[in-house]
């Protein structure tokens, strides 16, 4: 258990303790700003394979969804046919559900049809930084209009598995939003 900024750990938000790579995905990834179109596709996939699993389920298999869907370079995986499909089913590395793998090929394609960035797309739904840090898990929402609105625009530009609390996930991990708590050492974007 690493200290977080020089202060004590056991601070950090609650879903975080206790498992060293939870930890530091915790301390150095989620909730910090990320951009870049093929990394933003790869959190986009990892939520949407996340979706009805725990997170750290994804983590522990992230290098291997990177190894089997070509690092989630966005023009590779839309090119994606049949028999790439059948490898990933038997991938055990991966979560090998069907739907989940179409849905990674389906919008890798749909992310080159955007006729904008999928960097600036995503980005336009994140809500101005709120005022205070939350207290409790229990104030951390689900799921908020930004979210709903950024699910309803990308499933009508034909993105498949997005719902409003998968974006809202993803608006957790790429820093759209800071749901670090009061208590946790961790700042990235809001007040302390």
């Given at each position: 258990?690493s200290?977080i900024?020089?202060?004590?750990p056991?601070?950090?938000?609650?879903?975080?303790?206790g498992?060293?790579?939870?930890e530091?995905?915790?301390?150095?990834e989620?909730?910090?700003?990320?951009?870049?179109?093929d990394?933003l596709?790869e959190?986009?996939?990892?939520?949407?394979?996340?979706?009805?699993?725990?997170?750290?389920?994804?983590?522990?298999?992230?290098?291997?969804?990177?190894?089997?869907?070509?690092?989630?370079?966005?023009?590779?995986v839309?090119?994606?046919?049949?028999?790439?499909?059948?490898?990933?089913?038997?991938?055990?590395?991966?979560v090998?559900?069907?739907r989940?793998?179409?849905?990674?090929?389906?919008?890798?394609?749909?992310?080159l049809d955007?006729?904008?960035?999928?960097?600036e797309l995503?980005?336009?739904f994140?809500p101005?930084a709120?005022p205070?840090?939350l207290?409790?898990?229990?104030?951390?929402p689900?799921?908020?209009a930004e979210?709903?609105?950024?699910?309803k625009e990308?499933?009508?530009r034909?993105?498949?598995?997005?719902?409003?609390t998968?974006?809202y996930?993803l608006?957790?991990?790429?820093?759209?939003?800071?749901?670090?708590?009061?208590?946790?050492?961790?700042?990235v974007?809001?007040?302390?």
């Amino acid at each position: 258990m690493s200290l977080i900024n020089g202060q004590n750990p056991g601070l950090r938000c609650p879903w975080a303790r206790g498992d060293p790579l939870y930890e530091q995905y915790h301390d150095e990834e989620w909730g910090r700003p990320l951009h870049g179109r093929d990394a933003l596709f790869e959190r986009l996939c990892l939520e949407a394979f996340q979706s009805g699993l725990s997170w750290i389920t994804i983590l522990r298999k992230r290098e291997a969804f990177r190894a089997a869907f070509a690092q989630f370079h966005v023009e590779t995986v839309a090119q994606f046919g049949p028999d790439d499909i059948e490898r990933l089913l038997s991938d055990s590395g991966i979560v090998r559900n069907k739907r989940k793998i179409d849905a990674c090929v389906n919008n890798a394609s749909r992310v080159l049809d955007l006729d904008c960035d999928l960097d600036e797309l995503l980005w336009s739904f994140a809500p101005p930084a709120r005022p205070r840090r939350l207290r409790e898990i229990a104030e951390i929402p689900a799921i908020t209009a930004e979210s709903t609105a950024m699910a309803k625009e990308l499933k009508s530009r034909g993105f498949a598995f997005i719902g409003p609390t998968t974006a809202y996930a993803l608006m957790q991990a790429t820093g759209m939003v800071d749901d670090h708590l009061e208590t946790c050492p961790v700042r990235v974007n809001s007040p302390a």
